[in-house]
């Protein structure tokens, strides 16, 4: 069995040959975490005229995971190191079974809204102790790097299979199988966990920082809020325009809650270690340009080129293979050349994808103009992940893995919101202003659309420059 020692103690984690195994199942986890973020969309449309939701309604549908995950994901992390990683853990992985089977069964809008909003409180537990009890359970550096590989494969493979995993089910079993999925899959995660791991990593007891906690949930929530109702209402609408201003006025009371508070949510010395403060700042851009990109390749392969959602998903199916592939690779690379060149030459490599991505006209064919950028996309992301996220546990005391998982995993929700909402408005009205000028539907949503691409490339490479000009720590 795999043991974990409480961080209490002075001795070393055991090894065992199980750790890989119970790497397995906790990626199944992640990988059902990042999914429900995305395998969602496919099903809207059915959903919505099954549950009579207008389209306002339905991006409730997405915004109450979001906002609930992002919000969360903080406290989640320092959740899970004040009350043991593989309990809290446990705890997510429970809420999130229970949550999808109730947005399953849903007959009315609000009971599917309330599901949501479980299933992303749920994931704020679960992701970022399980990042933490991967550290514990590969305490070496190779080998975490390693895992770590395997780790950013999934949450690469996660956003991309679920527009795959959405399209074959609603066609198939209808929408509620989006969710019912979640429920087998989950139950082998909760039997198999506390089998592989027998021991959990458990802090000293202490007061939890409930005024730090109130806050920065408070204000993320605004955050992530005020970048959703962006993407309806527009940047200048005045519900934005107050949650941005809710979001800063909190923001500033969290931070001078963390200054004196004696055990703080987020202790700020924790940014010294400048890899993980690299980290951060890098998954804010990758996760801005991925999230937006997924969201638009999808838009634009159904309602430019007229894909069903069948075909949509076996499109993503090279870039998710390509990401898998250079994943496995990219620990090797890591080991030889460090995690900054190897992070850096990623985000190139994913910049050159989307400028060429965005090259692809109103008719274009697969194979001859969206293979070899999806490839391209695919090899980027799967370096950059995983060079990632091995910087921002690079160098983490134990007791606060749990932190630097809601960190980093905060980091990509904050940046997700952040990039759909700033590269859609983008993409709208650069069709807009094309439809105004005469330029046919399909070709202003390509125009649109093109934009959107080349402003995930700008993200990418103004990624690549950061890590260039960040100092070591």
């Known amino acids: ?25 906790l990626a199944l986890a992640q990988f059902l975490v990042v999914l429900d973020a995305s395998i969602v969309n496919i099903a809207l449309p059915v959903l919505g005229q099954q549950l009579g939701m207008d389209t306002a309604a339905l991006a409730w549908v997405i915004t109450a995971y979001v906002l609930a995950f992002g919000g969360l994901l903080l406290l989640g992390g320092r959740l899970a190191d004040r009350y043991g990683h593989r309990r809290v853990f446990l705890l997510g992985a429970a809420g999130f079974v229970v949550a999808s089977a109730l947005a399953g069964l849903s007959v009315v809008p609000e009971m599917l809204l309330a599901a949501r909003a479980l299933q992303g409180a749920s994931a704020a537990l679960l992701a970022p102790a399980a990042l933490a009890l991967l550290t514990h359970l590969f305490p070496d550096d190779a080998e975490r790097t390693r895992a770590l590989g395997v780790w950013g494969a999934v949450a690469g493979i996660g956003s991309a299979a679920g527009v ?131 969201f638009a390749l999808s838009v634009f392969m159904q309602a430019v080129l007229g894909y069903d959602a069948l075909a949509t998903g076996l499109t993503q199916l090279p870039l998710a293979g390509a990401l898998v592939v250079v994943a496995g690779v990219v620990p090797a690379l890591i080991g030889r050349a460090g995690a900054r060149r190897v992070l850096a030459a990623s985000l190139l490599v994913l910049a050159g994808g989307l400028v060429w991505l965005a090259l692809a006209p109103s008719d274009a064919v697969f194979l001859v103009h969206l293979l070899g950028p999806t490839l391209l996309i695919g090899i980027g992301l799967g370096g950059a992940f995983v060079a990632t996220t091995q910087l921002a546990v690079d160098g983490v005391d134990g007791g606060e893995a749990g ?31 094309l439809d105004a000028a005469g330029v046919p539907a399909a070709e202003a949503m390509t125009g649109g659309f093109s934009w959107l691409f080349l402003g995930a490339a700008a993200l990418a490479v103004v990624g690549a420059g950061t890590v260039a000009v960040w100092r070591r720590r």
Request: hydrophobic share 60%; charged share 10%.
């Open 1 to 25: 069995m795999t043991t974990l020692t409480p961080l209490t103690s002075a001795a070393a984690p055991l090894r065992s040959t199980r750790r890989w195994l119970s790497l397995s199942v």
């Open 164 to 294: 795959l995993l959405g399209g074959v089910l609603t066609a198939t079993l209808g929408w509620q199988s989006v969710f019912f999925v979640n429920v087998p899959v989950g139950a082998v995660v909760l039997i198999a966990v506390p089998l592989l791991i027998t021991r959990d990593t458990v802090r000293a007891s202490g007061r939890l920082d409930a005024a730090g906690a109130i806050s920065v949930t408070a204000a993320l929530v605004a955050l992530v809020g005020a970048f959703s109702a962006v993407e309806q209402l527009g940047f200048v609408h005045p519900l934005p325009l107050g949650l941005f201003a809710v979001a800063l006025v909190l923001g500033a009371v969290f931070l001078l809650i963390e200054r004196r508070a004696p055990e703080p949510l987020l202790p700020l010395a924790v940014f010294r270690n400048r890899d993980l403060a690299l980290g951060n700042v890098v998954m804010l851009l990758g996760g801005a340009a991925m999230v937006a990109l997924f």
């Open 403 to 433: 932190l630097a998982g809601g960190l980093i995993n905060t980091s990509q929700q904050i940046g997700g919101a952040v990039g759909l909402a700033v590269l859609g408005t983008i993409a709208g009205l650069r069709t807009s202003a």
